[in-house]
């Protein structure tokens, strides 16, 4: 399946923020760089590369009113790869493996039955001498214990915070701070790298995913 880069239209608006659903998947886009003039009003674009966005915005109820349309299409190198069934794939890599040559296995086992196997090496088996081991430190015991306890409790809050966060996909910085701005009343100033944003996120409950 070769892959585009899409440029679609939100006709009658010179900017809109929204999100589409894709399944569980929340896509959120910025339609930006529409006019109001007096012959009327340039539409907001938006352009993508990424199939799933595109996929979501082709799928979604405004695509099917005409609210959006798709202005270009540009071809792109390489493709999309779509998983095949397994029992698919195993099919054609039977039928990529070349045919098994029975002249050549009748050969291969003439060889083998003329060549005499030669007798076994017996070695003197090695004599194991015992090392004395120290006795291990109960103190240390204890505290190797205690770090590993402690180690373990972390490891398992960290992956349970991790876990409770949202995850919402976006497609750039910039439509990250304008969800924060819009739902919580996040200023985008403050929030200059990805890190800051993902920290701002986290005190909400959501995490997100660049795509």
């Not at 969800?179 to 100033?189: C, I, N, S, V, W």
Request: aromatic share 6%; proline share 9%.
């Amino acid at each position: 399946m070769k892959k585009y880069k899409k440029t679609y239209a939100y006709h009658t608006l010179a900017e809109k923020h929204t999100t589409f659903h894709l399944g569980k998947t929340k896509v959120h886009v910025s339609f930006t760089g529409g006019q109001t003039t007096k012959n009327g009003v340039t539409p907001a674009t938006f352009t993508t590369a990424d199939p799933i966005v595109q996929l979501a915005i082709e799928r979604s109820n405004d695509f099917a009113k005409g609210a959006i349309t798709l202005l270009a299409k540009y071809p792109m190198q390489g493709e999309v790869k779509i998983g095949k069934n397994p029992t698919e794939s195993k099919k054609e890599e039977a039928e990529e493996a070349p045919a098994p040559n029975p002249g050549m296995a009748k050969a291969e086992l003439i060889r083998e039955a003329a060549s005499p196997t030669p007798p076994p090496i017996q070695e003197e088996a090695p004599i194991d001498i015992p090392e004395e081991k120290p006795e291990p430190d109960p103190e240390s015991t204890t505290e190797t214990a205690e770090e590993e306890s402690t180690g373990e409790a972390k490891t398992e809050k960290e992956e349970a915070g991790e876990s409770n966060l949202e995850v919402v996909e976006v497609s750039c910085s910039d439509v990250a701070k304008q969800y924060l701005q819009e739902h919580f009343g996040e200023k985008p100033a403050p929030l200059r790298r990805i890190a800051d944003i993902q920290e701002c996120a986290a005190k909400y409950g959501i995490t997100f995913n660049f795509v």
